[in-house]
């Protein structure tokens, strides 16, 4: 299963954002769909995850700012980032997990695309 992840980009704090993610190939189901970010030194961490029954979970740092959202019949995922701030900076990865078509089980990551908030 492959992810391609589109949106990310440089803003000024405050700004706004919207990353997309589309997932393709052989998918038999798509269980969870989330993007994590990463900052040099660090690791990975949860920005935001939704499962196929709609239930979602954010990490504490961009609860009441980002927003995740699926549109399960395109299999693509969606995180709205708004009031951003300079501590957002980050490489942005799509996640997706679930069933091949052939039923085996998959943890797919998308490329990454950076998120640059700066004056």
């Known amino acids: 299963v492959q992810l391609v992840e589109s949106g990310g980009g440089s803003v000024q704090p405050g700004g706004s954002l919207r990353l997309s993610c589309a997932a393709s190939?052989?998918?038999?189901?798509?269980?969870?769909m989330g993007w994590y970010r990463q900052v040099p030194g660090k690791q990975r961490e949860l920005v935001a995850s939704?499962?196929?029954?709609?239930?979602?979970n954010y990490g504490d740092s961009v609860k009441g700012r980002f927003t995740i959202s699926r549109v399960n019949a395109e299999n693509t995922v969606y995180l709205q980032m708004n009031s951003l701030k300079p501590e957002d900076t980050a490489v942005y990865y799509c996640?997706?997990?679930?069933?091949?078509?052939?039923?085996?089980?998959?943890?797919?990551w998308g490329q990454g695309t950076q998120v640059t908030v700066s004056s």
């Open positions: 996640n997706a997990r679930g069933l091949e078509s052939n039923y085996d089980t998959y943890d797919s």
């Open positions: 190939g052989s998918i038999f189901t798509i269980d969870g």
């Open positions: 939704s499962n196929r029954g709609g239930s979602t």
